[in-house]
């Protein structure tokens, strides 16, 4: 028999509460699923220090210019994108974005409006009565053209809006906005378009 001194423990005793505190971290680890993470990586990485200020005035409109550059091309990119609060106030509301996905839809005569000028001011410009006769002939054809392509056009956009917004009574605004993008080539107009010639809208 052997003698214990106090305060000390026996060896099986010393086992059994190692034992005991590895089966309890192993069932925090299971529990958990994953270890804790340290203080840093729970945190995340802490931001940089600020940039130090301008020491001079020229430095801090250098700064400035391009601060409002980088929001102006924030602001043209998520207007394009069709962002409702970025897009300036003749652009915003349910009914223009329809407006304009209609017209984005289909092939518009309109759209062929400054290839033709183009082509008219300078059969003006070539000296010959022939030439000159049937650019004034193909320039008055085509007017008439936009204006029936028009017609269709406002008709649709007006037979839409009753549709989706019967509340909206005043729809002229509306048609001579669809009528003023059609005149534009399809790759110019802003904001872009949202939809693919041909889409059901």
Do not use: C, H
């Amino acid at each position: 028999m052997k003698l214990r001194l106090p305060g000390r423990r026996r060896d099986d005793e010393t086992t059994s509460d190692t034992a005991t505190d590895l089966t309890a971290q192993q069932l925090a680890a299971v529990g958990k699923g994953r270890p804790t993470p340290r203080r840093a990586e729970a945190q995340g990485r802490r931001p940089g220090p600020p940039p130090p200020p301008p020491t001079t005035r020229k430095e801090a409109y250098k700064r400035q210019r391009e601060q409002q550059a980088a929001n102006r091309g924030s602001a043209r990119e998520a207007a394009a994108r069709g962002d409702d609060s970025a897009l300036p106030a003749r652009d915003r509301g349910p009914e223009k974005r329809l407006v304009r996905d209609l017209v984005d839809a289909r092939r518009n005569a309109g759209s062929l409006f400054l290839i033709v000028a183009a082509l008219v001011l300078v059969g003006y410009f070539i000296p010959n009565a022939a030439v000159q006769q049937y650019t004034v002939f193909i320039w008055f054809a085509f007017f008439l053209l936009i204006i029936a392509d028009s017609v269709v056009l406002g008709r649709k956009i007006k037979k839409k809006i009753a549709e989706r917004f019967p509340a909206v009574t005043k729809t002229r605004g509306l048609i001579w906005y669809g009528v003023s993008r059609a005149t534009m080539i399809r790759k110019w107009r802003f904001p872009k378009p949202q939809v693919e010639l041909g889409a059901d809208v």
